[in-house]
Nanobody, 121 residues
Framework: HVQLVESGGGSVQAGGSLRLSCSAS????????MAWFRQAPGKEREGIAA???????THAESVKGRFTISKDTAANTLYLQMTSLKPEDTGMYYC????????????????WGQGTQVTVS
């Protein structure tokens, strides 16, 4: 049974930094695509960053150069380091996993955490 638990969200001023964590259990990390999505009020859920089965990473254009996805396989934890935060980064951030190559469509992911709120003012 796959479980994902996010933490690390909070309220920060523009230009600040946060590091989100996603503690995972119930599966083998290196056989899953792991991704971060976010959802702002009134908007659709969007992919922010992902680590694929082969270890390659992708970041959305809106966060490139500011956010970095990484994982600690031994600790079964996924991270999202966020710097130079902007008000438009505000939203609920979700960790997601799928047992195949990464996809952009959130509907392709069948494992989700409960989310952690990030507010930038």
């Amino acid at each position: 049974h796959v479980q994902l638990v996010e933490s690390g969200g909070g309220s920060v001023q523009a230009g600040g930094s946060l590091r989100l964590s996603c503690s995972a259990s119930g599966y083998t990390h290196d056989r899953y695509c792991m991704a971060w999505f976010r959802q702002a009020p009134g908007k659709e859920r969007e992919g922010i960053a992902a680590i694929d089965i082969d270890g390659s990473t992708t970041h959305a254009e809106s966060v490139k150069g500011r956010f970095t996805i990484s994982k600690d396989t031994a600790a079964n934890t996924l991270y999202l380091q966020m710097t130079s935060l902007k008000p438009e980064d505000t939203g609920m951030y979700y960790c997601a996993a799928r047992a195949q190559r990464c996809q952009q469509d959130p509907d392709e992911y069948n494992h989700w955490g409960q989310g952690t709120q990030v507010t930038v003012s």
